[in-house]
C-alpha cells in the first residue's frame, strides 16, 4: 500500500512520531524502485539516490515540525528548474550544466521543511503540451499507460499522480502546468505570472512563464504557494501581489462564466460534454450563478502565441545554444524555435499591439463574472497517436490554456470526474481562472469543487482530504476584506443594505450565531431595528448574514451606526467568530424581546 503522502496526513504521523523524514524517504526509495522495476514510464531523468534524500532528512532532525509548514514533505522538481549539484537539462543532455545554487523557488521550499526527490522529464525546453518530445522517453500516464501524460510538465504530474511526491514544481507557459494535471488527476495551479519567482529556471518566455505546483488537493497547492511567494530581487519579473479582495471561493454565492456552446471544442471526445456539463452542474451546487461569456476574443489571443514575438522569445531563450547546436535539438521542438528567427520588430509589435486590443475587449467579462470555467482539455490522446501527428494533436490541448499567461490571469485546473467508453478510467478535470493575485479564491472554489467530484487523488487509492476552504485567510494571503456579521435591517433587500453594497460588500454565506444571544425589537425608527445582546443564559441561536467589505471602507460603516448599537465580536454556531452588530446592554430594558422568532426577518413577518 503506497503511502498517503497529502500534506495533513504527513503532518500528522511526524507530530504524532509515527513517521520520520529519514524513514520517509526510506519507503519512498523503495516505492520509486518498485516502480522503476513495475514499467519504466520514463518520469524521471535525475532521480535522487537514497543517501543524496536521506541528507536533506538529516538536516531536519533538529528542525520543529509545528514550524515548518513543509516539514518532511517530499517533493520532485521539474528539469528545466535548478537544484544545487544536480544537472539541469531542461530535456537537452547537450544544454546540460550543474548549478551551484537551487532556484530561489527551490531554496524557499527547501527552507520551509521540503525534502526533493528528483528532476523530472518534460517536453524539451517546455515546448510542448504532451510530454513526449524529449529524449529521455515519451513520459507515459499515471493511470493508463498508453496515454500521453501531458506536457510539457510530464515527469512532474506523473510522479506526483504515481504517490512518489507530495507536490512538484512545473512551470507553465501556455498550460504545462494545466494540462498533466487534468490527464494525471491532480490539481494545477498555474499562479499569477510572477508571484513564484523564476531566479534558477531556464526560460521559455521568460515574460510569460509561472512557475506551476502539482498537488494532490488545492489545500496542498496553497499550502506550497504560502512559501514560494514572494518577490525576489534577482527576478525582475517577480512581484508581491496585493490584498487578493473578496474571497468568492469560499462564498454561498458567486458569479461564474461559461462558454458559448460555440466556443466548446472537445476535439470528438463523444464524452467531453457530459463530462463538462456535469461539473458547472456542481458549481452551480455551491452556489454559483452561471453567466454566458463569448470566448472569441480569448481564442483570438490564444492564436497570438504560436504565431508571433513569443517564438521569437522562445528562440532568445536558448539562441545561443540552437546557434551553435541546432541537431541536438528534438526534431519537433527545432521546428517550432527556429520559427522564431524570422520574426521581425515591426511584426513584433504588430503582435502585441492586437494583444493589447484583445485585452481591453476582454476586460469586460471580468465585471460579471468571478470566474470562469472551461475544461482544461476537450480530449486526451494515445503517446502513438501524438507521435503521428505531433503538432495537430498537441495544438488541440491548448485550446482552452493558451490565452491564459497572455491576459496575466490565474488558474486552477481541478479533477472533476473520469471518463467512459474508449476512454474508460481516464481522468477529467476544468480549469477555473480568474484575473491576476486571484490565486486564493480559485483555490478556495476549487477545493469545495474537488470535494464534490473524484473519490481518489492521482493513481492512488486515498481519498482527497475534504476541507471546505484550501486555507485560512491567514498572513500567507491577506485579503484586504473585513467580514461583518449583519442581523438586522443590513439584511440582504432589508432598508440599511445599501449601506453595505455601496461600499462594495458581497455577500458570504448565511450562518447563525452561537446559542448564547438574545435578540430585541429596539424602540424608534424607521426603520425598525434589533439589538443582539450576548447573555450567559436563556440566549438562542440567531439567524444573521456574513457579509465582507474592503478594509478601507470599514470604518466608515462603522461610523455610520448609532448608539445603542455598536461593533464587536460575534460567536456563531460553527465555532468561528467574526465582526458584528451587538447592542448595549442598557437598551433591552425598554425593548422587546423576540428571541423566540429566532430571526430579525421571522420577526418582521408577525408584525406585517
Same mark, same amino acid.
Given at each position: 500500500?503506497?503511502?498517503?503522502?497529502?500534506?495533513?496526513?504527513?503532518?500528522?504521523?511526524?507530530?504524532?512520531?509515527?513517521?520520520?523524514?529519514?524513514?520517509?524517504?526510506?519507503?519512498?526509495?523503495?516505492?520509486?524502485?518498485?516502480?522503476?522495476?513495475?514499467?519504466?514510464?520514463?518520469?524521471?531523468?535525475?532521480?535522487?539516490?537514497?543517501?543524496?534524500?536521506?541528507?536533506?532528512?538529516?538536516?531536519?532532525?533538529?528542525?520543529? #515540525?509545528?514550524?515548518?509548514?513543509?516539514?518532511?514533505?517530499? %517533493?520532485?522538481?521539474?528539469?528545466? @528548474?535548478?537544484?544545487?549539484?544536480?544537472?539541469?537539462?531542461?530535456?537537452?543532455?547537450?544544454?546540460?550544466?550543474?548549478?551551484?545554487?537551487?532556484?530561489?523557488?527551490?531554496?524557499?521550499?527547501?527552507?520551509?521543511?521540503?525534502?526533493?526527490?528528483?528532476?523530472?522529464?518534460?517536453?524539451?525546453?517546455?515546448?510542448? /503540451?504532451?510530454?513526449?518530445?524529449?529524449?529521455?522517453?515519451? *513520459?507515459?500516464?499515471?493511470?493508463?499507460?498508453?496515454?500521453?501524460?501531458?506536457?510539457?510538465?510530464?515527469?512532474?504530474?506523473?510522479?506526483?499522480?504515481?504517490? /512518489?511526491?507530495?507536490?512538484?514544481?512545473?512551470?507553465?507557459?501556455?498550460?504545462?502546468?494545466?494540462? +498533466?494535471?487534468?490527464?494525471?488527476?491532480?490539481?494545477?495551479?498555474?499562479?499569477? *505570472?510572477?508571484?513564484?519567482? #523564476?531566479?534558477?529556471?531556464?526560460?521559455?518566455?521568460?515574460?510569460?512563464?509561472?512557475?506551476?505546483?502539482?498537488? $494532490?488537493?488545492?489545500?496542498?497547492?496553497?499550502?506550497?504557494?504560502?512559501?514560494?511567494?514572494?518577490?525576489?530581487?534577482?527576478?525582475?519579473?517577480?512581484?508581491?501581489?496585493?490584498?487578493?479582495?473578496?474571497?468568492?471561493?469560499?462564498? !454561498?454565492?458567486?458569479?461564474?462564466?461559461?462558454?458559448?456552446?460555440?466556443?466548446?471544442?472537445?476535439?470528438?471526445?463523444?464524452?467531453?460534454?457530459?463530462?463538462?456539463?456535469?461539473?458547472?452542474?456542481?458549481?452551480?451546487?455551491?452556489?454559483?450563478?452561471?453567466?454566458?461569456?463569448?470566448?472569441?476574443?480569448?481564442?483570438?489571443?490564444?492564436?497570438?502565441?504560436?504565431?508571433?514575438?513569443?517564438?521569437?522569445?522562445?528562440?532568445?531563450?536558448?539562441?545561443?545554444?540552437?546557434?551553435?547546436?541546432?541537431?541536438? $535539438?528534438?526534431?519537433?521542438?527545432?521546428?517550432?524555435?527556429?520559427?522564431?528567427?524570422?520574426? !521581425?520588430?515591426?511584426?513584433?509589435?504588430?503582435?502585441?499591439?492586437?494583444?493589447?486590443?484583445?485585452?481591453?475587449?476582454?476586460?469586460?467579462?471580468?465585471?460579471?463574472?468571478? *470566474? /470562469?470555467?472551461?475544461?482544461? #482539455?476537450?480530449?486526451?490522446?494515445?503517446?502513438?497517436?501524438?507521435?503521428?501527428?505531433? @503538432?495537430?494533436?498537441? !495544438?488541440?490541448?491548448?485550446?482552452?490554456?493558451?490565452?491564459?499567461?497572455?491576459?496575466? $490571469?490565474?488558474?486552477?485546473?481541478?479533477?472533476?470526474? %473520469?471518463?467512459?467508453?474508449?476512454?474508460?478510467?481516464?481522468?477529467?478535470?476544468?480549469?477555473?481562472?480568474?484575473?491576476?493575485?486571484?490565486?486564493?479564491?480559485?483555490?478556495?472554489?476549487?477545493?469545495?469543487?474537488?470535494?464534490?467530484?473524484?473519490?481518489?487523488?492521482?493513481?492512488?487509492?486515498?481519498?482527497?482530504?475534504?476541507?471546505?476552504?484550501?486555507?485560512?485567510?491567514?498572513?500567507?494571503?491577506?485579503?484586504?476584506?473585513?467580514?461583518?456579521?449583519?442581523?438586522? #435591517?443590513?439584511?440582504?433587500?432589508?432598508?440599511?443594505?445599501?449601506?453595505?453594497?455601496?461600499?462594495?460588500?458581497?455577500?458570504?454565506?448565511?450562518?447563525?450565531?452561537?446559542?448564547?444571544?438574545?435578540? %430585541?425589537?429596539?424602540?424608534?425608527?424607521? +426603520?425598525?431595528?434589533?439589538?443582539?445582546?450576548?447573555?450567559?443564559?436563556?440566549?438562542?441561536?440567531?439567524?444573521?448574514?456574513?457579509?465582507?467589505?474592503?478594509?478601507?471602507?470599514?470604518?466608515?460603516?462603522?461610523?455610520?451606526?448609532?448608539?445603542? /448599537?455598536?461593533?464587536?465580536?460575534?460567536?456563531?454556531?460553527?465555532?468561528?467568530?467574526?465582526?458584528?452588530?451587538? *447592542?448595549?446592554?442598557?437598551?433591552?430594558?425598554?425593548?422587546?424581546?423576540?428571541?423566540?422568532?429566532?430571526?430579525?426577518?421571522?420577526?418582521?413577518? !408577525?408584525?406585517?
Amino acid at each position: 500500500m503506497r503511502l498517503d503522502l497529502s500534506i495533513p496526513a504527513l503532518r500528522a504521523r511526524y507530530l504524532d512520531g509515527s513517521l520520520t523524514p529519514a524513514l520517509l524517504v526510506k519507503l519512498l526509495h523503495e516505492q520509486m524502485l518498485a516502480e522503476d522495476a513495475a514499467l519504466d514510464r520514463h518520469l524521471w531523468i535525475r532521480r535522487l539516490m537514497l543517501d543524496e534524500m536521506h541528507a536533506y532528512a538529516v538536516a531536519l532532525e533538529k528542525a520543529d #515540525a509545528k514550524t515548518l509548514p513543509l516539514y518532511g514533505i517530499p %517533493f520532485a522538481i521539474k528539469d528545466n @528548474i535548478d537544484l544545487a549539484g544536480i544537472p539541469t537539462t531542461a530535456a537537452c543532455p547537450e544544454f546540460a550544466y550543474t548549478p551551484e545554487a537551487s532556484a530561489t523557488v527551490v531554496q524557499r521550499l527547501i527552507a520551509a521543511g521540503a525534502i526533493p526527490v528528483g528532476k523530472t522529464n518534460l517536453d524539451q525546453f517546455a515546448t510542448g /503540451l504532451v510530454g513526449v518530445r524529449s529524449p529521455y522517453g515519451a *513520459c507515459r500516464n499515471s493511470i493508463n499507460p498508453d496515454y500521453v501524460s501531458g506536457g510539457s510538465s510530464a515527469g512532474s504530474a506523473v510522479a506526483v499522480a504515481l504517490g /512518489l511526491a507530495s507536490f512538484s514544481l512545473g512551470t507553465d507557459t501556455a498550460g504545462s502546468g494545466r494540462v +498533466p494535471a487534468m490527464f494525471n488527476n491532480l490539481v494545477g495551479l498555474k499562479p499569477t *505570472c510572477g508571484r513564484i519567482p #523564476a531566479t534558477g529556471v531556464v526560460p521559455a518566455c521568460r515574460t510569460l512563464d509561472a512557475v506551476s505546483v502539482f498537488a $494532490l488537493t488545492a489545500a496542498d497547492a496553497a499550502t506550497v504557494l504560502g512559501a514560494a511567494q514572494g518577490e525576489d530581487p534577482l527576478d525582475a519579473y517577480s512581484r508581491t501581489m496585493p490584498p487578493h479582495g473578496y474571497n468568492f471561493g469560499a462564498a !454561498s454565492s458567486f458569479r461564474f462564466g461559461i462558454p458559448r456552446e460555440a466556443d466548446l471544442e472537445f476535439h470528438g471526445n463523444p464524452e467531453g460534454p457530459a463530462q463538462f456539463a456535469q461539473a458547472v452542474a456542481h458549481l452551480r451546487v455551491l452556489g454559483g450563478t452561471p453567466v454566458e461569456v463569448d470566448l472569441t476574443p480569448f481564442r483570438a489571443v490564444a492564436t497570438l502565441l504560436y504565431e508571433g514575438p513569443w517564438v521569437a522569445e522562445r528562440y532568445q531563450a536558448i539562441r545561443p545554444f540552437i546557434e551553435a547546436q541546432p541537431q541536438a $535539438l528534438h526534431p519537433v521542438t527545432r521546428a517550432i524555435t527556429e520559427k522564431g528567427a524570422q520574426i !521581425s520588430a515591426p511584426d513584433t509589435f504588430a503582435a502585441l499591439y492586437r494583444l493589447k486590443e484583445l485585452e481591453r475587449q476582454t476586460r469586460p467579462v471580468w465585471e460579471d463574472i468571478d *470566474c /470562469l470555467i472551461t475544461p482544461t #482539455a476537450g480530449t486526451i490522446y494515445t503517446i502513438d497517436a501524438v507521435q503521428a501527428d505531433p @503538432i495537430r494533436l498537441n !495544438s488541440n490541448l491548448g485550446h482552452y490554456t493558451n490565452y491564459v499567461n497572455l491576459l496575466d $490571469l490565474s488558474a486552477v485546473a481541478v479533477p472533476t470526474g %473520469f471518463m467512459s467508453g474508449a476512454l474508460a478510467g481516464l481522468p477529467w478535470g476544468v480549469t477555473l481562472v480568474a484575473p491576476a493575485g486571484q490565486d486564493l479564491p480559485l483555490l478556495t472554489l476549487a477545493s469545495r469543487l474537488h470535494a464534490r467530484t473524484v473519490p481518489t487523488v492521482g493513481a492512488t487509492p486515498h481519498a482527497p482530504h475534504r476541507l471546505a476552504s484550501a486555507t485560512p485567510d491567514g498572513s500567507p494571503f491577506p485579503s484586504g476584506q473585513v467580514q461583518v456579521a449583519v442581523c438586522g #435591517a443590513h439584511l440582504s433587500g432589508l432598508p440599511l443594505n445599501g449601506q453595505l453594497t455601496q461600499r462594495g460588500a458581497r455577500l458570504v454565506r448565511l450562518v447563525r450565531s452561537a446559542p448564547c444571544y438574545k435578540l %430585541f425589537a429596539l424602540p424608534g425608527g424607521p +426603520p425598525r431595528r434589533p439589538g443582539m445582546l450576548r447573555v450567559d443564559e436563556g440566549g438562542a441561536a440567531i439567524e444573521m448574514e456574513v457579509w465582507e467589505l474592503p478594509a478601507r471602507e470599514f470604518g466608515s460603516f462603522v461610523a455610520g451606526i448609532p448608539a445603542p /448599537l455598536g461593533m464587536g465580536t460575534v460567536a456563531l454556531e460553527d465555532g468561528t467568530q467574526v465582526q458584528g452588530f451587538v *447592542c448595549e446592554a442598557y437598551a433591552s430594558a425598554q425593548a422587546q424581546d423576540i428571541t423566540h422568532f429566532g430571526g430579525w426577518r421571522s420577526y418582521l413577518r !408577525s408584525v406585517s
